[in-house]
């Protein structure tokens, strides 16, 4: 089994909202992704963690807060956003074995479509 | 720091026609490689992808990429294309000893009946 779910698929949220992006695999990987996509474009990493502890913040505004639980676990918790952070949010996840991450394959889920009004 | 280009953002193909999707990279370390394919909405799916021995790698659907050390390139084939070939096509690579992908810009596939 090689999937990542994400939830919800879409989400339609005001400028002082909160709100969470959920993302869950089971496939006993290590590391898991947080990109976002604009559309049209390629994906941007956001944040990296391995070993459920954030190994990379590609400088990120705070008002998007990652949380890792568990090692199956990853979510997105988002505060404040502006209109210009509507698109898509990817999570994806590797082995990440002993934190050698750029061997890896990296499986992505589906995505959930944000909209900031 | 690694580099992806993909040559042509727009590709568009008869239907049964060759699919070429062309990518190149710098790099000063060996490459791990990869295409991933998305459809409109969805997720990145992963099509193939090379990180050492045979250079001809077969992936899923029907494609089939090529490392070329010599040329720095790892370009995507499909004999036929189909229908439901069209969507964008994303070509990455990684070092190995980073924590990183980098991703090229996209190619859309447009495959005309």
């Known amino acids: 089994d090689t999937e990542v779910t994400q939830t919800p698929k879409h989400l339609v949220m005001g400028m002082t909202n909160k709100k969470s992006l959920k993302c869950e695999q089971h496939?006993?990987?290590?590391?898991m992704y947080w990109y976002k996509q604009k559309a049209k474009k390629p994906p941007e990493l956001m944040f990296v963690y391995s070993y459920e502890k954030l190994s990379i913040n590609e400088s990120v505004p705070s008002r998007f807060s990652p949380e890792c639980p568990n090692s199956s676990l990853l979510n997105l918790h988002l505060h404040a956003l502006q209109p210009e952070d509507s698109a898509l949010y990817l999570c994806?996840?590797?082995?990440?074995?002993?934190?050698?991450?750029?061997?890896?394959?990296?499986?992505f889920g589906p995505g959930t479509r944000l909209t900031v009004l | 720091a690694q580099s992806v280009t993909q040559l042509g953002s727009h590709v568009s193909v008869s239907e049964g026609a060759l699919v070429l999707l062309r990518c190149n990279y710098s790099?000063?370390?060996?490459?791990?490689l990869f295409w991933y394919v998305q459809y409109p909405n969805q997720g990145l799916q992963l099509l193939l992808k090379?990180?050492?021995?045979?250079?001809l790698v077969k992936g899923i659907n029907g494609f089939e990429a090529e490392f070329k050390k010599s040329e720095t390139s790892f370009h995507l084939t499909k004999p036929s294309a189909h229908m439901s070939d069209a969507a964008e096509y994303f070509c990455?690579?990684?070092?190995?000893?980073?924590?990183?992908?980098?991703f090229g810009t996209g190619t859309s596939l447009t495959v005309i009946p």
């Open positions: 990455a690579v990684s070092e190995g000893t980073g924590n990183q992908f980098y």
């Open positions: 994806a996840s590797s082995q990440g074995l002993a934190g050698r991450l750029g061997t890896d394959t990296q499986y």
């Open positions: 090379y990180t050492t021995g045979a250079t």
């Open positions: 790099s000063s370390v060996p490459p791990y």
């Open positions: 496939m006993g990987h290590r590391a």
